[in-house]
């Protein structure tokens, strides 16, 4: 190349393909007197440089001249821009994360160029899948954001370096889920968009949603809670609450999805409850699940035991005197008691005698079972009758 410098100018600017890798350049002095050196290297005037190499992006080469003086001094600057190979570079985001609906997110892309580099050439970050406003910045060329898309020009990367572009005060509009954000790139010279190798996700989430489901199985004592969780694209935990108001006081964890993994949509949760107020006893409970984001509760609901109560049975109390064994029960409602007899032994339920292996007495409140000295007694069970 042979560049002519005159009056104040002092720099020249060319760009060539990213197929050429080396430049030589022809000096020419006005006054064959001066003196001068090509990229720190002594020149003749009018003779071609040796070859000098080109990396992809910008290459800055002086031309130094120097006066017969020996000391006036000026230097020009010949700036070679290699475009790099079309297409090439990898993107990464941070955080991976986002959260559907908010405002006021920041996003860092890192583009890296392929070993061909880029030089003064362009960046597009389609970013419309998580949303469309925000500002931009970058630590390389110029950044602007519309329609969704990032755009940054005047680009020059060597191989392996990298640009870091931030996306501030983002919207995420996006409905829950993986999301692609994609990049591409265009060399200065005859360049055309291509997609990079590998696109960036960044997986949208929100605060799960949550419904109280009327109870089932409800009985004296027990009964199962229900409940229909969304975790909304994160991992989520599902517990109930209940109790005899709406302070609930108790939480137990689901029994059927407890743990529902990230994506996994609707999902019906339950858990069974024992030991329960007997008697038509009011609880309320609802369903609670949290992920990452946050956590909902569901809505309060009711339920009433049953009236009827189980059996209340106290472990027998014994004692002994001179020829019988007394066996003391306790019992809230009317039963049978059973016991059984050695060969020739008796026993007595309130009057009557008893000789029979497995007789009873029915009762109700306390009953007494008085046996001769050879006796064994069954378990200890009574029976509703």
Known sequence: MTPIFSGTTTTYSAVVASTVTSATITPIVADATATLKVNG???????????????????????????????????????????????????????????????????????????????????????????????????????????????????????????????????????????????????????????????????????????????????GTTATLNGTVNDNGAATTVTFEYGLTTGYGTAVAATTNGSITANAGSKAAAVNLTGLNCGGVTYNYRVVATNSIGTTNGANMVFKTGTACPPVITTPTVSAAVGMATFTFQSDFTATGYFTLLPGATATCGTAIQTKARTGCRTQGSTTLRFAPAYRQHPGQLYRS
Request: no cysteine; charged share 5%; hydrophobic share 45%.
């Open 41 to 219: 290297i002594a020149q003749s005037s009018g003779v071609v440089s040796a070859a000098i190499s080109l990396t992809p992006g910008l290459n800055s080469i002086p031309v130094v001249v120097t006066a017969q003086d020996g000391v006036t001094v000026k230097t020009y600057t010949i700036n070679v821009i290699r475009a790099g190979v079309d297409g090439g570079g990898a993107l990464t985001v941070s955080p991976q994360t986002a959260i559907a609906g908010a405002t006021g997110q920041t996003f860092t892309f890192t583009y890296t160029a392929a070993i061909g580099g880029m030089g003064g050439g362009e960046i597009d970050i389609t970013v419309s899948s998580l949303g469309t406003v925000g500002s931009v910045t970058s630590n390389v060329g110029t950044a602007s954001l519309a329609n969704g898309v990032i755009k940054v020009t005047g680009v020059t990367l060597a191989g392996g370096e990298s640009a870091t572009i931030t996306w501030n005060n983002a919207t995420v509009v996006a409905a829950t889920g993986a999301k692609t954000v994609s990049a591409t790139q265009k060399a200065i010279v005859g360049g055309t968009l291509k997609s990079l190798a590998a696109a960036a996700s960044v997986a949208v989430s929100k605060a799960p949603g949550a419904t109280t489901v009327a109870g089932t199985n409800i009985a």
